[in-house]
């Protein structure tokens, strides 16, 4: 018997720099899909999974940390994909180490076999982990892997 509403989960997807550029920028690296493309996918894969997502792409570091900083209480997760920021951002690592929610990286491109700049990610120590080098399957296997992680920790 189950007297309680099942609780929806919501999942806040950001998607930082260039990415709305997806498609046309760097096919070889990137794929071709584009990120509204990107982005039903991910709806679809929410819908089999029973939550929500909300995707937000900005190329403004601010913006993400705003968005990062509004997530608490309106969203259970993040999954994001910070491009260039992931190697430079101190503020978006600190935003989600602020806002304590967790979070899911992701990456198109295998950011280890790439040059060594990318080798780094300021996300890396914040996030429960990182998927990198799946294309679009990134942030599929990154909803997949952040919903199971909230299941568990929400059954225990
Ligand atoms: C990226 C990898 C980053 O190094 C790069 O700056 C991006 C995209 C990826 O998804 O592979 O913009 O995050």
Redesign the pocket.
């Known amino acids: 018997m189950h007297n309680s509403q099942p609780r929806v989960l919501s999942i806040l997807v950001l998607h930082?720099?260039?990415?709305n550029l997806l498609g046309q920028r760097e096919p070889g690296?990137?794929g071709s899909l584009t990120l509204t493309a990107i982005n039903k996918l991910l709806a679809a894969t929410a819908e089999e999974l029973e939550v929500k997502v909300v995707p937000l792409q900005s190329n403004h570091e601010g913006t993400l940390v705003d968005a990062i900083h509004q997530a608490l209480g309106q969203h259970h997760g993040i999954v994001i994909?910070?491009?260039?920021y992931?190697?430079t951002s101190v503020a978006i690592r600190d935003a989600i180490a602020a806002v304590n929610l967790p979070a899911v990286e992701?990456?198109?491109?295998n950011?280890y076999r790439?040059e060594e700049f990318?080798h780094h990610s300021y996300l890396a120590s914040v996030v429960v982990g990182q998927i990198?080098g799946f294309g679009a399957q990134?942030y599929l296997l990154g909803l997949q892997a952040l919903v199971h992680h909230l299941q568990v920790a929400s059954s225990s």
């Open positions: 930082g720099p260039n990415l690296i990137y994909n910070a491009g260039a992931t190697h992701v990456h198109l491109s950011i790439r990318r990198s990134s």
